[in-house]
């Protein structure tokens, strides 16, 4: 089992930056491949980022390639994702989650979720 709590969401204005934090536990948080998904109202669900158990792979949806960092700290059993640039269109919920699965990108691969931060980017 494993337990994210996410923090870090807020009101930012168009081209601010923000950096959202997902604290883990439970045995298996070191060894898992983490992410960050969003969801937008109305909108399906989307991979943002992941990186791997070890933090030497990151991935990236195209849409935030050269805005957004993941990195993860597991002696702090901590995941980050380090948002500049932002534009309105990254406006949604933003959830971190574990995966067993090595460097997933789909949802349906990861079976533990936080319960979302709220990022709102004012044009």
């Known amino acids: 089992q494993v337990q994210l709590v996410e923090s870090g969401g807020g009101l930012v204005q168009a081209g601010g930056s923000l950096r959202l934090s997902c604290a883990g536990s439970g045995r298996t948080f070191n060894s898992a491949t983490l992410g960050w998904f969003r969801q937008a109202p109305g909108k399906e669900r989307e991979f943002v980022a992941a990186?791997?158990?070890?933090?030497?792979?990151?991935d990236y949806a195209d849409s935030v390639k050269g805005r957004f960092t993941i990195s993860r700290d597991n002696a702090k059993n901590t995941v980050y994702v380090q948002m500049d640039s932002l534009k309105s269109a990254d406006t949604a919920v933003y959830y971190c989650?574990?995966?067993?699965?090595?460097?997933?990108?789909?949802?349906?691969?990861?079976?533990?979720w936080g319960q979302g931060t709220q990022v709102t980017v004012s044009s």
């Open positions: 990186i791997s158990w070890g933090g030497g792979s990151t």
């Open positions: 989650a574990a995966s067993s699965k090595v460097m997933a990108t789909r949802s349906r691969d990861y079976a533990y």
